[in-house]
């Protein structure tokens, strides 16, 4: 009898997870609350949102779930893991506990430094008049001032002096665009170097490194426009070495982890740590409890191993155990988004072409309905094209090639996805 897996999202993230995990002999069926068009040619959608804790654990009950994989960042500070766990599901993601390392970005930053992981220095402010008293003395200094809470990826505000700070702490502590989320605001150093993404499997003692990715945060080409989810990646990241995922593994993951199992909250599942590579090391932005989108739809077509086994054996505690694979081969993920994103979009406009595509060519849903006049947008970030190929080069030719073919009123997407790799 195999296993009954529940997954929590809309995005092309949990479509990739879902995907991945069809192909495993151990899966007997996948269930995803509320899913989209592509989550249900691989799995069964569930009308149930992502916060409600209560209709999750009641849907889990009436579809005999016996295992649950966390992917997004909502349920899990809500204390889903913990109340499944309590029914008997086995599950492989963090307790509520060990979410906070996400779901609040100072408890985050006062976690780090106290265990000595590398990350910029920082200050945090509950009122409006001590927050900008602080950024005007910082004398056009530039900043990131990020809102403590979740945000959908969207809390982080980069600012080059001080009046594009100030508006910052006006869009998230009067205007209050990210609401509670926003009851606290981080003003901290901007730092520079270069962005890479981890991304680790995790047993609560035991982590396993996965590729590198490289994502492409901005709206804009050349990193211009607004901060979004995520407009694109690729994987393997070309700047990192052997010696610097090594000093990674070390320092950023395993002294957390160890620091973490310490205090009495382990972290199990799919740590994501953001990080700037220095000229002094790399050091943490932030770290995310859960697995990255886009960085997960370039990650999975290269993961060999069997995705259900990794998480089972994270779950059991065994996660040293077992082996576990990648491909040698590129992925480039290209997002194709609904023009105003991430401001203000329309949806519910067809989208055409997805039969046009090359075989082995990923298209991961994200914003797509079903609908009576056949498949249609229904958010801002709406698929990821994924091509694989022996390189970089040739699998963004092809992911590019792809991408053309689709079409839909108001398309938008980045054109310098993994440009010049």
């Not at 995005?11 to 609350?33: T, Y």
């Not at 989810?229 to 593994?249: C, D, F, T």
């Not at 979009?345 to 990923?362: N, P, Q, T």
């Not at 914003?367 to 009576?372: Q, R």
């Amino acid at each position: 009898m195999g296993a009954r897996v529940l997954l929590v999202g809309t995005g092309a993230r949990e479509h990739a997870i879902a995907w991945k995990l069809a192909q495993s002999p151990d899966v007997d069926e996948i269930f995803v609350a509320p899913g989209n068009a592509g989550t249900a040619l691989v799995a069964t959608n569930l009308a149930v949102q992502p916060k409600n804790i209560d209709g999750l654990l009641a849907a889990a009950k009436q579809h005999d779930i016996d295992f649950y994989l966390a992917t997004m960042d909502d349920p899990q500070p809500l204390g889903l893991v913990d109340r499944l766990a309590e029914a008997g599901i086995l599950c492989y993601g963090p307790s509520a506990a060990a979410s906070r390392i996400e779901a609040s970005k100072w408890f985050a930053k006062e976690l780090m430094r106290d265990l000595g992981i590398p990350t910029g220095s920082a200050m945090s402010f509950t009122d409006y008049g001590s927050a900008r008293e602080h950024v005007e003395s910082l004398r056009d200094k530039p900043v990131v001032v990020k809102a403590d809470g979740l945000a959908a990826g969207k809390g982080v505000i980069i600012c080059s002096g001080t009046e594009d700070a100030l508006e910052a702490l006006d869009i998230i502590m009067r205007r209050r665009d990210f609401g509670s989320a926003g009851d606290r605001v981080i003003v901290e150093e901007r730092l520079e170097g270069w962005e890479a993404s981890a991304h680790a499997f995790c047993d609560g003692r035991t982590a396993r490194l996965m590729p590198f990715a490289t994502d492409y945060k901005r709206a804009g080409d050349g990193d211009i426009g607004l901060n979004t989810g995520g407009m694109g990646a690729y994987s393997p990241s070309n700047r990192v070495n052997e010696k610097l995922a090594a000093e990674i593994e070390e320092t950023v993951i395993g002294r957390l982890l160890a620091g973490m199992a310490e205090r009495g909250y382990p972290f199990a599942g799919t740590l994501f740590p953001g990080l700037m590579v220095t000229e002094s090391g790399p050091q943490v932005l932030e770290y995310n409890a859960r697995f990255g989108d886009p960085e997960t739809q370039v990650l999975m077509p290269r993961l060999s191993s069997d995705l259900f086994a990794i998480c089972r054996a994270a779950a059991e505690q065994r996660l040293a155990d077992i082996p576990i694979e990648w491909s040698n081969e590129a992925t480039v993920g290209v997002v194709l988004a609904s023009g105003g994103y991430p401001a203000t979009y329309k949806m519910s406009y067809v989208i055409e072409g997805l039969d046009r595509l090359d075989d082995g060519v990923m298209a991961f849903h994200a914003g797509t309905l079903e609908s009576d006049r056949g498949l249609v947008t229904n958010g801002g970030r709406v698929l990821t094209i994924v091509a694989t190929a022996p390189s970089v080069a040739e699998a963004r030719a092809t992911a590019y090639d792809n991408a053309r073919r689709v079409h839909f009123t108001d398309m938008q997407y980045r054109s310098d996805i993994a440009a010049g790799v």
